[in-house]
């Protein structure tokens, strides 16, 4: 259950594992929102680098506006999930420990928001960090769309890029905590069957920092497979939204996209994931002929595979 709800606050829900360079940073972003009426409460995960004192200074400093809670390496949804049960915003926001926002990205969300009556507002973001060469992106006005095609087609937006009523938070029960490297997008999936009602803000507000591979992201095969249990359970769970959308556009934007990410998987060399996603399309049956000498190739063992594709390489012209 949530704390006791305060009209018009905003809580800023931050997971924090190993963010020592970025934290105070990204806690500064919130604190210096241009909307005023705003908490943020840290979750640390177990942090070893120093993470958990310095958001301890934060809150000596901002008693009436940071609260920091702890648990042992259970991951970042369980994280959002504990700092949920301890919120009293009638509004959510989420970032990450090593994000951070335009000053007044909450002002504008919150005033789409509610001028609106909506339930999620959402805006444009970039993805930073050391060697990231990323153009800012303002997505789709998803609601004068068809918005089912849109989000069964990708992530609709990272998780800081969006504020949402704290009712269809609670409604949805938060974050599901079984497949972690999709758990945002099972989020907004789930937040999608509930309501419609979103509206955005075409400017980019957000600002996403990338890891390289470090990242949970970056091991692309999990990613994917993770990415298409939450579609498939979009689909069976909502069978009357997707109803419009023809059996084979269905395919598509599911199992037609692990293909297609395995091709690029595979064209990057990332054999790893290649042969993880040439080998789902195998067992669930969704190769086409055309695909046939990708699918066979990926069923040998890995050094195996490594091999047959150098040897291709060098017969290439």
Request: with cysteine; proline share 6%; hydrophobic share 40%.
């Given at each position: 259950m949530s704390a006791a709800i305060i009209p018009g606050l905003v809580s800023v829900i931050m997971p924090c594992f190993n963010a020592a360079p970025f934290v105070a940073e990204a806690v500064a972003s919130a604190l210096r929102q241009t909307y005023g009426k705003l908490e943020v409460v840290v979750v640390d995960d177990g942090s070893s680098d120093g993470s958990?004192?310095?958001?301890?200074?934060?809150?000596?400093?901002?008693?009436?506006?940071?609260?920091?809670y702890r648990q042992v390496r259970k991951g970042p949804y369980p994280a959002r999930n504990l700092a949920l049960q301890h919120s009293r915003g009638e509004f959510v926001a989420f970032l990450d420990a090593d994000d951070y926002w335009d000053?007044?990205?909450i002002e504008k969300l919150h005033r789409a928001l509610v001028s609106d009556a909506a339930e999620v507002a959402y805006c444009g973001w970039q993805n930073v960090g050391d060697g990231v060469q990323s153009p800012p992106h303002?997505?789709?006005?998803?609601?004068?769309?068809d918005p089912v095609a849109h989000f069964l087609r990708t992530c609709p937006w990272p998780i800081h890029a969006a504020l949402v009523r704290h009712a269809l938070v609670d409604s949805l029960q938060g974050f599901s905590e079984h497949r972690f490297?999709?758990?945002?997008?099972?989020f907004w999936l789930r937040a999608l069957a509930a309501t419609r009602n979103i509206v955005r803000v075409p400017e980019?507000?957000?600002?996403?920092?990338?890891?390289?591979?470090?990242?949970?992201?970056?091991?692309k095969w999990r990613q994917v497979l993770d990415a298409l249990a939450a579609q498939q359970?979009?689909?069976?769970?909502?069978?009357?939204?997707?109803?419009?959308?023809?059996?084979?556009?269905l395919r598509a934007?599911?199992?037609?996209?692990?293909?297609?990410?395995?091709?690029?998987?595979?064209?990057?060399r990332d054999l790893v994931s290649a042969q993880h996603l040439f080998r789902h399309a195998a067992a669930a049956h969704t190769f086409r002929a055309a695909d046939l000498r990708h699918i066979v190739?990926?069923?040998?063992p890995l050094p195996l595979y490594r091999w047959v594709t150098r040897l291709a390489d060098r017969g290439s012209p």
């Open positions: 958990a004192e310095i958001v301890e200074r934060l809150v000596a400093e901002h008693p009436e506006r940071v609260r920091l000053a007044d990205c303002v997505p789709p006005e998803y609601e004068r769309e490297s999709s758990m945002d997008y099972d980019v507000l957000a600002y996403y920092r990338w890891h390289g591979a470090d990242q949970v992201s970056a091991v359970g979009f689909i069976r769970a909502n069978p009357q939204l997707v109803a419009h959308l023809p059996q084979d556009r934007l599911t199992e037609g996209r692990v293909l297609e990410q395995a091709y690029r998987a595979f064209w990057k190739s990926a069923l040998l």
